[in-house]
């Protein structure tokens, strides 16, 4: 007997309640409810037929390897944690037209010249307007199908019969089961064809690619659910401004997290960028104050960027603080360190804070670049610009050590840069082979005095 019912689901987490409330108990979030309603299939506890299955001594379970399969794109391969594993299910998120729809069509072109079978459902285009961004992309092999369909049934029915290695998505939100009466997009709606899918991916071994729109706050829209049920979930980031994205994974369950892929946005879609550093340091400018080049480290890959600061005199009561890329936070309570340990007058100044290149990082590694940024720019005085720094700063000023310094050095080695900037405590740990100057520092006072 099927009944309905209204529920009320937050938007935000997914948490289920009978009746609304202001303030989501389970995230905290305000105003977040909204009405659905959902059939429900009642009497399901007489249709136990089947015998429950016994559990299994771990040792005696069977190691089959895990399937993977390249995309063609080493960068999103990478992010996967080495390939694309069948019978997985990837949420791709990013904001409207940052280029998830080509990033997908692209790894669609170079599976199905592989002649991998794929098919790319979309909910949002027409035929005609996939072939028109398909023609700026380049040539197509006919083992990729398209199909325009927005019902979830007769998507499974297609899916089912074609059985694709590989399914995308576009998306997520444009999906409705017709067995559900909430819209396309609501909670219930998402979290039923997502369901769907995991089954299909599961049952019939198919890699599935779903597109997920971000909200206003960069989450996921509506569901938080849909990241707890997928495999994988990678975000597509980037400055509107800038025409390089970065492809971040958040979640993954075959490989590590926080690893990301750099690509730039061209005539001809998406490209990979191999060397993230070099093309985050093009443009720096050379013997200018408040310059300082940092070394970051994005999953197990490091990134060298260009810090910038500018320190000048405030014509106001209150300094005026801001940093682009970093934390506010991080920056004024940096400020408080110098102010304190150096007896520096910066209560006086405004100063911004700025990553080069519009990516954000939030490590605090970039510490010491950020304070010789700061110093520099306050002192008018060049850092040597063929140097490298990285450190977090405690609130005595005092230099701490970071992980991964070693990957640190030697990317800078291979940029070319010949000197690097790092916590003494470090030092005894790393070897070298001569070719770039080490220098470790213990506290603020001593860098600056080394330094500046
Ligand atoms: P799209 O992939 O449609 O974004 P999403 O699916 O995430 O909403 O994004 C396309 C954007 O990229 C659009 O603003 C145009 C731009 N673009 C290029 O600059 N070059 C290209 O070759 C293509 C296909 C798109
Ligand atoms: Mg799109």
Not at 217 to 238: I, K, Q, S
Not at 375 to 391: A, L, M, N, P, Q
Request: with cysteine; proline share 3%; net charge neutral.
């Amino acid at each position: 007997m099927a009944k309905q019912k209204t529920v009320f689901f937050c938007q935000e987490c997914g948490f289920e309640s009978s009746k609304w409330m202001g303030q989501c108990p389970g995230c905290r979030q305000w105003n977040t409810f909204v009405e659905e309603k959902t059939t429900r299939q009642t009497g399901s506890q007489g249709a136990r037929s089947k015998e429950a299955p016994k559990p299994v001594a771990l040792s005696a379970i069977e190691m089959t390897c895990e399937e993977r399969f390249t995309s063609g794109f080493p960068e999103l391969d990478h992010v996967l944690g080495g390939g694309i594993v069948s019978g997985s299910l990837v949420l791709v998120g990013g904001d409207p037209g940052i280029g998830k729809s080509t990033l997908l069509l692209q790894v669609c072109q170079s599976l199905s010249r592989e002649r991998i079978d794929v098919l790319y459902i979309s909910g949002e285009e027409s035929l005609q307007q996939i072939k028109l961004r398909a023609k700026r992309i380049g040539a197509f092999s006919d083992s990729l199908t398209l199909l325009c369909e927005t019902n979830l049934e007769t998507i499974d029915e297609v899916i089912r019969r074609e059985k694709p290695q590989v399914a995308v998505i576009d998306s997520i939100q444009t999906v409705y089961s017709e067995a559900i009466t909430s819209s396309p997009g609501s909670v219930s709606q998402v979290r039923e064809a997502t369901g769907a899918f995991m089954q299909l991916a599961k049952g019939l071994g198919i890699m599935f690619f779903l597109v997920g729109h971000v909200t206003k706050e960069g989450v996921v829209a509506g569901p938080r659910v849909l990241e707890h049920m997928v495999d994988t979930v990678l975000y597509f980031e980037g400055d509107r401004h800038a025409s390089y994205r970065i492809l971040r994974s958040v979640k993954n369950r075959f490989g590590s997290t926080n690893e990301i892929g750099v690509f730039e946005m061209g005539e001809q879609g998406l490209s990979e960028v191999e060397n993230p550093s070099e093309f985050m340091l093009s443009g720096k400018p050379k013997e200018a104050s408040g310059c300082v080049t940092a070394c970051s480290m994005e999953g197990t890959r490091p990134i060298l960027l260009e810090v910038q600061a500018l320190v000048c005199r405030s014509s106001f009561g209150i300094p005026r603080r801001t940093a682009a890329g970093t934390d506010t936070n991080r920056v004024n309570l940096l400020m408080a360190v110098l102010e304190k340990r150096l007896h520096l007058r910066l209560g006086e100044c405004d100063a911004y804070v700025n990553i080069a290149g519009g990516m954000k990082v939030n490590e605090p590694a970039l510490d010491l670049a950020i304070v010789l940024a700061i110093i520099s720019s306050y002192k008018d005085r060049c850092v040597d610009e063929k140097t490298v720094f990285f450190g977090e700063i405690g609130l005595s000023g005092e230099v701490r050590a970071v992980s991964m310094a070693k990957q640190r050095i030697q990317e800078a080695q291979r940029l070319g840069f010949t000197g690097c900037v790092l916590p003494d405590v470090s030092l005894d740990s790393i070897k070298t082979d001569g070719g770039i100057h080490l220098l470790g520092v213990r506290n603020v006072q001593e860098a600056v005095q080394k330094l500046l």
